[in-house]
């Protein structure tokens, strides 16, 4: 569920609260688990992902990388929806944000159907900015 937590932190976590719940919990909210102590090896050993010991290994601390604690680009930025963004009225258009989605009609290429799908989520992020 976590590939890139170390195992042996989500089993030294598990050990220590006892529920899958708080655990999981914890690596949503921080993005990462405390390494174990070294002690804590010496009762359960270190195993790789093929379920091999892996003695040789120094234990691996996970600290969050500049991309991680990066925040991630608005729905705006994502969509370079900024130039759309100045020409939408201040006052919210209720007519408009009931058509946000809109039906689409089914277009006879891809293509076609690609561009009117890129509309119709724009008009969505712009709708749910207002």
Not at 13 to 26: A, I, M, P, Q
Not at 35 to 42: G, I, V
Not at 97 to 112: N, P, R, S, Y
């Amino acid at each position: 569920m976590f590939p890139d937590i170390p195992t042996d932190n989500i089993r030294f976590d598990l050990l220590r609260t006892g529920s899958v719940e708080l655990t999981s919990n914890k690596i949503l909210e921080r993005g990462f688990l405390e390494p174990p102590p070294p002690a804590y090896f010496t009762l359960y050993p270190r195993h790789d992902a093929h379920g091999t010991n892996a003695q040789h290994r120094q234990p691996t601390t996970h600290t969050p990388s500049p991309s991680t604690t990066a925040r991630p680009p608005s729905l705006i930025q994502r969509y370079r929806l900024e130039k759309n963004l100045a020409e939408t009225p201040d006052i919210p258009d209720t007519e408009a944000l009931a058509d946000a989605g809109g039906k689409a009609k089914w277009e006879d290429t891809a293509e076609k159907r690609e561009v009117s799908l890129r509309e119709r989520k724009a008009q969505m992020v712009l709708a749910a900015r207002q």
